[in-house]
């Protein structure tokens, strides 16, 4: 009878310890909005987004975080803007992340190794997960081309190195890549890690660098044109249909000893355009959003997929991917994200 009492026991807390199990293997959810929730540019407020990130059930936020918009004219940094927004955030249960990035597109690096170590003690224990430098494989965000491999290693380097000797706590996160090449305005991400780990085709060294460590990989899987099951390209790009290429380079990257730390995926931006040459119709972004989260979810690699932006840009942005209309009216995509989150 004990044996049996005891099995009784052993099987209902299975029972219960199961479904938490699944819940915890979905991506966490999140948004980037820094109209909204940081610089007061949207037409929602900030207190009208959290009521859209309560609705949705969303309790991460991506903010992007350049030294220029901190730097004091006369030395020095100042965080009251986010300092506002990461404790608003607080107050409405939402945990935030930044990517840090300096100079651009031609970056100091000491200069930013200053900015990454001042933010990382300033905002110790309320900002969790650190991102270095966004896009790098993009012309716009670091160049020349040809150099930015190497420039990002050092950059990367001094930004860990910065965060974690003055927050042992916080994840950081490495890559923040675009997921195709684009001529000569994006290096195909996987051919950009390559390079930027000393590593030929057949991920042998090819020359002395420091090895490099992180607590996982941030990516940009957009690709604006397909539906998610038919977004494939080259083989040394990573759309939200190829992700299987950036995981199989990760894990040989790490074999080869040249860059560790890289299990955990973290699509730190993703959405669809509504206008431009590009623009999708509402029904057909949803659409696709619904498609893309299903596929990120397949992949027990991600952790993590950030909607950039909730609401349409009221700027004559043309990065029209937001789930909220201008005058506040929730969009076809806003109910697929609610139904993920």
């Not at 990573?238 to 973290?266: F, P, V």
């Not at 040459?277 to 972004?285: A, D, M, N, Q, V």
């Amino acid at each position: 009878m004990l044996r049996r009492r005891t099995s009784i026991i052993i099987l209902s807390l299975l029972a219960l310890l199961v479904p938490a199990a699944l819940a915890q293997a979905k991506p966490e959810i999140g948004i980037q909005d820094e109209d909204v929730f940081v610089d007061g540019k949207s037409t929602l407020s900030p207190a009208q987004g959290y009521q859209r990130l309560a609705e949705l059930g969303v309790h991460r936020m991506r903010l992007l975080v350049s030294s220029d918009s901190v730097e004091r004219a006369g030395g020095g940094f100042d965080f009251s803007k986010y300092d506002r927004a990461v404790n608003q955030a607080a107050q409405n249960g939402v945990r935030v992340q930044f990517t840090l990035v300096g100079k651009h597109p031609r970056p100091d690096i000491q200069d930013f190794a200053r900015f990454a170590a001042a933010t990382a003690n300033h905002f110790r224990g309320r900002v969790d997960r650190y991102g270095i430098w966004n896009e790098p494989n993009y012309i716009a965000w670091l160049k020349p081309l040809n150099r930015a491999p190497a420039l990002y290693r050092r950059i990367y380097l001094a930004g860990y190195k910065a965060i974690k000797s003055n927050d042992a706590s916080a994840k950081v996160l490495i890559g923040e890549t675009v997921p195709y090449a684009q001529g000569r305005r994006a290096m195909a991400p996987i051919k950009f890690l390559r390079k930027m780990a000393c590593v030929n085709n057949q991920y042998r060294r090819i020359k002395r660098c420091p090895k490099l460590k992180a607590d996982g990989y941030a990516h940009h899987p957009y690709d604006f044109e397909k539906a998610p099951s038919r977004s494939k390209r080259g083989a040394d790009d990573a759309t939200i249909g190829s992700l299987r290429n950036l995981t199989r380079a990760l894990d040989k990257l790490a074999h080869s000893g040249q860059l560790k730390g890289t299990k955990k995926l973290y699509l730190t931006e993703y959405g669809y355009l509504a206008t431009g040459r590009r623009g999708l119709s509402e029904r057909k972004r949803a659409s696709y959003l619904k498609q893309g989260l299903r596929l990120a979810r397949k992949n027990r690699r991600v952790k993590e997929v950030i909607q950039y932006l909730l609401v349409q840009p009221n700027d004559g942005s043309p990065f029209t991917t937001g789930i909220v209309s201008r005058n506040g009216t929730e969009l076809p995509s806003f109910a697929v994200l609610r139904a993920a989150a």
